[in-house]
C-alpha cells in the first residue's frame, strides 16, 4: 500500500507546473547605480587582492572612473527622453524613472565626484616616517593612541576602503529619490545609511572625537530608520501595498479593491495619518529638520572634514528628492494635513538653525547650523505644491551641494599643528596671511548668505518666489528674516578674516595638491555662474519638475 502511495507522489510531482515567470529588469534605465555598485564591489576586492601599496592610486582611479561613466549613463538617459516624454516605472514598479529622479542623480554624482578629491588629497599634513598621509586613520581597527596605531602610522598603512564605502553610500543615494515603492526606500536608505557610519568614525585626528561621532549618527540613525519602518508597515496596513501608485490611489478613492487579509484595516485613516508622520519623521532626520537635527552638529564637528562635506552635501540632495516624492506622489491627496505640519517645521527649522548658528565657535560647527537653516530654506519650497516648488528645490540642491563641498575643503587647508584649525579664534587674520583662501571662503560664506551675484541668491530667490505663489506668503517673510539673522554670522567670519590682526601663533594654510585645488575650483565657479547666469540650469531644473505617477 504505502509503495503506491509514493508512487502517486511522485507522479504528482513529476506533472508540469506553470512555469514563474522571470522579472523584467530595464538594465540599461538602471546603469547609473549599477555601474556605481559595480565599481564599490571592484572595490571590496581591489582591498583583497591588490597590494598595499598600489591601493590607493586603484581605488581613487576606480572611483573617479565609475562617477564619471554613471554621471555619462544619467546624461545620456536625459538625452534619451527618459527625463520627459519616455518618464515610466522600471525594474517591476521598484524604481521611478523621470526628470526629478535623473536631475537629482546627476546632482549627487557630480557632487560626490568632486567630494571623492578631497578623499584623495595627501599633500596637507606634512609626511610621518617617509609617507604620504591623507585625512583617515592609518588602521581604523586599532584603538586610539594604542601601540598598534602608532605601528601602523610607522609603516605608512592608509584606510582606502573609504572609497568603496563611498561608493556603496552613493548607490544608496541614488536609489532613493527614484524609489518608487516604500520597500525600495528602506533598503536605499540603508545602503547609504551605513557606509556614512563608518566613514564618520576614520578621522586619523581626533580619532575619539571621530568615533562618539559616528556612534551619535548610528544610534540617531537607527533611531529614524526605525520610525521608517515602523511607518512603511501601517502604510501597508492602510493600503494592502508598499507601492507608492496603490497607496496614492488608496488616499485619493480611486483604488477601491480590498485585500480580504487586510480587509478589517484597509482605508483606515488613523493608520495612513500615523504611518505618514513615521515615514516623514525617518525622512526629515536624514535632511537635518528641526527637531531632528540633534545629529547634525556633533557628526559634522566629529566626522572627517572630506566625509563632512560629502554627507552635507549628497545626503542632503537625496533625502529631499525621496521627501518630495513622497509628498508629491503619494501623499498629494493628504496635502491639508501635511502642510500644516510642514509650515510649522520649515518655521523652526529655519529660525532654530540661524539663531544657534550666531553662539558657535568652532566652523565646522557653524556649517552645521548653517545646513540646518538651509534645510528650511528647502522645505519652504517643498510646501509650495506646485511644479514651480519641485524646480526650484531641484535648483536650490544642486546650487547648495557645490557650495557647501567647496567650503569643506577649504576648511581642510587652514591647519595648525593639531591638524585643522576649526576653531573661529584661529581664523582671525586669515585675509593677510593667506588672501586668496580667505577670498574664496568669502565667495561661499556669501553665498551661504544668499547674496546677489551667487547661487544662493538665485536658489533663495526661486524657493521664495515658489513658495509665495504657492500661498506661503508668511513662510517667506520668516525666510528672510532668518536669512538676515544669518547673513550675520557669515558677515561676522568675513570681518574676522580681512579686518583682524593675525595671531603670531596663528595656523598656517597648507598648499594642495590639484585635487583639493579642483574641487574649490569647481565650487567657486559653480557659485559665480549659478549666481550670474542661471537660465539655463533654473530651465533644466523646470524641465525635470514633472514625477512620473
Request: aromatic content about 10%; charged content about 10%.
Amino acid at each position: 500500500m504505502s509503495a503506491t502511495v509514493v508512487h502517486s507522489l511522485w507522479t504528482t510531482a513529476a506533472e508540469p507546473i506553470d512555469k514563474i515567470p522571470a522579472p523584467s529588469v530595464e538594465y540599461a534605465q538602471l546603469a547609473p547605480a549599477l555601474i556605481v555598485v559595480g565599481a564599490a564591489v571592484v572595490g571590496v576586492l581591489v582591498e583583497a587582492f591588490v597590494p598595499r601599496k598600489a591601493r590607493y592610486y586603484v581605488q581613487v582611479f576606480l572611483t573617479v572612473v565609475a562617477l564619471a561613466a554613471a554621471f555619462a549613463a544619467v546624461v545620456g538617459l536625459a538625452a534619451g527622453g527618459y527625463g520627459t516624454t519616455k518618464a515610466h516605472i522600471a525594474a517591476m514598479g521598484a524604481i521611478a524613472i523621470d526628470g526629478p529622479a535623473l536631475f537629482l542623480q546627476g546632482t549627487i554624482l557630480l557632487a560626490s565626484l568632486v567630494a571623492v578629491f578631497t578623499f584623495a588629497e595627501r599633500r596637507l599634513d606634512p609626511a610621518a616616517h617617509g609617507n604620504r598621509i591623507d585625512s583617515f586613520a592609518a588602521q581604523a581597527a586599532s584603538v586610539p593612541g594604542s601601540d598598534s596605531e602608532k605601528a601602523a602610522v610607522k609603516a605608512g598603512f592608509t584606510t582606502t576602503e573609504v572609497f568603496p564605502l563611498a561608493l556603496f553610500a552613493i548607490t544608496g543615494m541614488l536609489v532613493f529619490p527614484a524609489a518608487n515603492d516604500l520597500l525600495t526606500l528602506f533598503v536605499a536608505l540603508e545602503v547609504f545609511s551605513l557606509p556614512l557610519y563608518l566613514l564618520c568614525a576614520v578621522a586619523r585626528r581626533k580619532r575619539l572625537m571621530s568615533q562618539e561621532a559616528a556612534v551619535k549618527y548610528f544610534l540617531l540613525g537607527a533611531f529614524s530608520s526605525a520610525f521608517l519602518l515602523f511607518g512603511i508597515a501601517l502604510m501597508y496596513g492602510y493600503a494592502g501595498s508598499v507601492s507608492y501608485a496603490k497607496i496614492a490611489g488608496v488616499v485619493d478613492g480611486s483604488v477601491r479593491s480590498i485585500d480580504p487579509a487586510l480587509a478589517d484595516t484597509m482605508g483606515n485613516d488613523a493608520l495612513l495619518l500615523i504611518g505618514g508622520a513615521m515615514i516623514l519623521t525617518g525622512l526629515l532626520f536624514k535632511v537635518g529638520a528641526v527637531p531632528f537635527h540633534m545629529w547634525t552638529p556633533d557628526v559634522y564637528q566629529g566626522a572627517p572634514t572630506p566625509v563632512t562635506g560629502f554627507m552635507a552635501a549628497a545626503t542632503k540632495v537625496a533625502a529631499f528628492g525621496a521627501l518630495l516624492r513622497l509628498l508629491y506622489v503619494v501623499l498629494p491627496g493628504l496635502s491639508w494635513d501635511w502642510r500644516p505640519v510642514m509650515w510649522a517645521i520649515a518655521i523652526v527649522t529655519m529660525l532654530g538653525g540661524a539663531i544657534v548658528a550666531i553662539t558657535q565657535t568652532d566652523i565646522k560647527r557653524l556649517l552645521a547650523y548653517s545646513s540646518i537653516a538651509h534645510a528650511g530654506f528647502i522645505l519652504a519650497g517643498v510646501i509650495a505644491t506646485t511644479p514651480e516648488g519641485v524646480s526650484s528645490v531641484l535648483f536650490y540642491l544642486g546650487a547648495y551641494s557645490f557650495v557647501t563641498i567647496g567650503a569643506f575643503a577649504v576648511v581642510t587647508l587652514v591647519r595648525d599643528a593639531g591638524g585643522e584649525a576649526t576653531h573661529l579664534s584661529k581664523w582671525a587674520g586669515l585675509g593677510r596671511r593667506s588672501p586668496l583662501v580667505a577670498a574664496v571662503f568669502a565667495v561661499f560664506l556669501l553665498a551661504f548668505a544668499g547674496i546677489p551675484l551667487t547661487s544662493g541668491f538665485t536658489g533663495k530667490f526661486a524657493v521664495f518666489k515658489a513658495a509665495a505663489e504657492g500661498g506661503a506668503g508668511a513662510l517667506v517673510v520668516v525666510g528672510v528674516i532668518s536669512s538676515a539673522i544669518a547673513a550675520f554670522f557669515y558677515i561676522r567670519v568675513i570681518v574676522l578674516m580681512f579686518f583682524s590682526e593675525p595671531k603670531a601663533d596663528g595656523p598656517t594654510v597648507a598648499v594642495p595638491s590639484p585635487l583639493t585645488m579642483t574641487t574649490i575650483g569647481v565650487g567657486v565657479a559653480v557659485t559665480l555662474v549659478l549666481g550670474v547666469a542661471p537660465q539655463y540650469f533654473l530651465d533644466l531644473a523646470s524641465q525635470a519638475s514633472v514625477f512620473v505617477r
